[in-house]
């Protein structure tokens, strides 16, 4: 169930090193620049764009029945699927382990406040289960292609 999103993060690092091993293959560290997908990303002249990066931490509503956490649980993957397909939520992923800093978004979105009303939508931000830290990040505009990609590699969907 977690392992789409797991994937998609593991991801997120292969884009670093695919980037720096194509930088080295490059001869004289050329720079091989596709104006078009530049314009369709929102890359700036680095290759960059603004996000907002979303902590994901544990909320202070978290003594469900175990029925209950699952629904929770389900309806929370949903909604990531649902702003994956709107093109707002280009990374999430879990951390392991069963600490307070549950996971992460990354919102491709014009502002923290923006980012605050899709949030909202979350089921288990709205049951405080819970909480968000938000804050722009500065990142490889490639990332949008990430949701793309991930659709590609995984057998079942996050929901299943």
């Not at 392992?3 to 292969?14: D, Q, R, T, V, W």
């Not at 078009?36 to 978290?62: C, S």
């Not at 288990?124 to 659709?151: D, P, T």
């Amino acid at each position: 169930m977690n392992s789409k999103i797991i994937c998609l993060f593991a991801l997120l690092s292969c884009f670093a090193a695919r980037a720096q091993s194509a930088s080295e293959n490059t001869e004289h560290n050329e720079v091989v620049y596709n104006a078009e997908k530049a314009k369709a990303y929102g890359a700036d002249d680095y290759g960059m764009k603004k996000y907002v990066f979303a902590f994901l931490k544990r909320g202070p509503n978290r003594d469900l029945p175990e029925e209950k956490a699952a629904e929770l649980q389900t309806a929370h993957l949903q909604n990531i699927g649902k702003m994956a397909q709107e093109g707002k939520l280009v990374l999430a992923g879990p951390f392991f382990g069963n600490d307070d800093l549950r996971g992460i978004y990354i919102f491709d979105v014009d502002s923290i406040e923006e980012a605050q009303k899709l949030t909202e939508t979350d089921p288990a931000i709205q049951a405080g289960s819970l909480v968000m830290e938000l804050k722009e990040w500065y990142g490889s505009a490639a990332l949008k292609e990430v949701n793309e990609i991930g659709l590609t590699l995984a057998k079942k969907s996050i929901t299943n």
